[in-house]
């Protein structure tokens, strides 16, 4: 028995439910791990640290406490 006759065997004795749930697993599954047009899985960019240091300008009393709030402290 192929995967294939075995998925749909299995499938059709599930109530219309679980089928639903079945069916947006194999989206998912598609959708999430499919390889690209060359053949290759496309490869995660890796995260580092401090990439963006220099590029995004903050006030200088940033951590000041703010004038609203003088009645709260």
């Not at 109530?15 to 998912?28: C, F, G, I, R, T």
């Not at 580092?48 to 402290?73: C, H, N, Q, T, V």
Request: hydrophobic share 30%.
């Amino acid at each position: 028995m192929t995967t294939d006759t075995e998925i749909l065997q299995t499938i059709t004795q599930m109530p219309e439910s679980l089928k639903q749930e079945v069916l947006h697993y194999a989206k998912y599954l598609i959708e999430n791990y499919t390889e690209s047009k060359n053949g290759e899985k496309e490869p995660r960019k890796k995260r580092r640290a401090g990439s963006l240091k220099g590029k995004i300008w903050m006030a200088d009393d940033f951590d000041a406490p703010l004038e609203d709030l003088k009645d709260y402290m």
